[in-house]
Nanobody, 123 residues
């Protein structure tokens, strides 16, 4: 199983970015794909789950209405459209996967992780 995250970069408050997670070895639409974020000094177990997608979607309260997760079953890729970015969104973003349809927010429940893509938002 491999996940390849991309799309991070520098943004200003109010800007938009779209993150991509190319998945192999798991199936978008059948397995759960999530986006977590870590700020400097945080360990993986302290990562904050931003959103996940399987048969349904979940969003962290602070990103509801601003972020949209979607999946492309043909490309086996999950996207995170991030609008109205704020400095509080600055973090390393990781995509991760757990087998099947699981509604879990715990990093420990996700068994494969991508390498991360950095999002930096300036004021």
């Amino acid at each position: 199983v491999q996940l390849q995250a991309s799309g991070g970069g520098l943004a200003r408050t109010g800007d938009s970015l779209t993150l991509s997670c190319a998945v192999s070895g798991r199936t978008v639409g059948r397995d759960t794909i999530a986006w977590f974020r870590q700020t400097p000094g945080q360990e993986r177990q302290d990562s904050e789950l931003v959103s996940f997608i399987n048969l349904s979607t979940f969003y962290l309260d602070s990103v509801k209405g601003r972020f949209t997760i979607s999946g492309d079953n043909v490309k086996n890729t999950v996207y995170l459209q991030m609008n109205s970015l704020t400095p509080e969104d600055t973090a390393m973003y990781y995509c991760a996967t757990t087998k099947g349809y699981r509604r879990t927010l715990r990093p420990i429940d996700y068994d494969y992780w991508g390498q991360g893509t950095l999002v930096t938002v300036s004021s």
